[in-house]
């Protein structure tokens, strides 16, 4: 299994980490991008791992040219944090799981190009979603690698990241295999986070309003010449 090249003089040349590209064909294509990589991102936080997008993997060692850049990719066993780049040959670890947000006119390099290429390399997993539903009838397609070779995914799980998929309109859900739970995308979060702010608050101000009853029943018995501390 190739997982990079070599040459003598890597250490002159220059890896660039843009190519001054617009990241994304569409906005739905970079909404998908960005929601399944701040997912994975909080999926993730606390492991020994990493999770990139729209980055440039550098495979072959002396050849700036030779690269790819990923929608998302998920690589294990490495320090966790971004990269301007990504190089296999210095991190040692070739990435476990690619997502590449497919379309018409990406078509033939997704599923072909870069198809052999991460097969070649030997990334595990590697899932199209074509969140347009432009060529995909099921919007989302996944390929894992037996031996030397993919195969088509069949039951909508990814075996690196313990997680099943399910199209979600134009997102990808994810679905923790443990539990069921499913891993909230930025908006289900902040929706979350501002019903817990207002039951929080709700429970505050039942708290503050039973305190206030207790107390207006503290005046009356004192009123009446009864001491409610000493009953």
Known sequence: MTTSLSHPQSKTLFYPSSDGKPVAETYLHLYALLVTLEVLKQYLRGQRATVLGN?????????PRLRVAPDVMVIFDVEPGGRDNYKIWEEKQVPAVIFEMTSKSTKHEDLVEKKKLYERLGVQEYWLFDPKREWIKSQLRGYRLRGDNYQQITDSRSEPLKLRLQVEGELIGFYREDTGEK???????????????????????????????????????????????VI
């Open 183 to 229: 891993l909230l995308m930025p908006e289900e979060l902040a929706d979350a986070l501002a019903q817990e702010r207002l039951a929080r608050e709700q429970e505050r101000l039942a708290r503050e309003q039973a305190e206030a009853q207790v107390e207006r029943l503290k005046a009356q018995l004192r009123s009446l010449g009864v001491d409610p501390d």
């Open 55 to 63: 980055q440039f993997l550098y495979y072959a060692e002396g050849f």
